[in-house]
């Protein structure tokens, strides 16, 4: 069974720092695509960043590049996202989210874990 | 930027039908995905490549998509299919790679 659990959610003051870790088991994941969606209060679900086509490329929406890190560990089955430069704006749940491909080369989302809660706020 | 465009409510007694719209330029060139949020939960995928189904999503829950608009039609609805259902696209061109509709919630009366 494919499990994802996120940590590291608090309260943060603005320009601060934060990193979400993801621990990830039932399913091999060192070869496995992962990616980080956020959902701020009341409001619909936004893409952060994500793995590409391979386990080394990455990507970020552009309301976080420069700010936002994601990395792995996959000797401990961990994915992570490193948050710099926190703004107000950054207030959200974030989820973690394995990635799956399509037989037509798109990607999807096919399992998330319960997301935590990061507050930006002085 | 990719953007789509989904109706913010759509209401259905049990047993009948609801149809969720995904609207967006040329949608029926791109694959599209589904998911459902019920409230305090995750989302969780429930139609991917426009018309599969995951392990465990009954087959009430099926999808189309052609031309500009991708349809989730949840048949036979019941009290536990009342949660937020998202679309969403995978666009390289997009500022944003992965990108999502708006949402919409449906309420079961």
């Known amino acids: ?122 | 930027s990719y953007v789509l465009t989904q109706p913010p409510s759509v209401s259905v007694a049990p047993g009948k039908t609801a149809r969720i719209t995904c609207a967006g330029n040329n949608i029926g060139s791109k694959s599209v995905h589904w998911y459902q949020q019920r409230p305090g939960q995750a989302p969780a995928l429930v139609v991917f490549y426009d018309t599969d189904r995951p392990s465990g999503i009954p087959e009430r829950f099926s999808g189309s998509n052609t031309g500009n608009t991708a349809t989730l039609t949840i048949s036979r609805v019941e009290a536990g299919d009342e949660a937020d259902y998202y679309c969403q696209v995978w666009d390289i061109t997009s500022d944003s790679l992965y990108v999502f509709g708006t949402g919409t919630k449906v309420t079961v009366l």
């Open chain 1, 1 to 122: 069974e494919v499990q994802l659990l996120e940590s590291g959610g608090g309260l943060v003051q603005p320009g601060g720092s934060l990193r979400l870790s993801c621990a990830a088991s039932g399913f091999t994941f060192s070869s496995s695509l992962m990616g980080w969606v956020r959902q701020a209060p009341g409001k619909g679900l936004e893409y952060v960043s994500s793995f590409g086509h391979t386990v080394i490329n990455t990507y970020y929406a552009g309301s976080v590049k420069g700010r936002f890190t994601i990395s792995r560990d996959n000797s401990q089955n961990t994915l992570y996202l490193q948050m710099n430069s926190l703004r107000a704006e950054d207030t959200a749940v974030y989820f973690c989210a394995k990635v799956e491909r399509t037989n037509g080369g798109d990607y999807f989302f096919d399992f998330w874990g319960q997301g935590t809660l990061v507050t930006v706020s002085s």
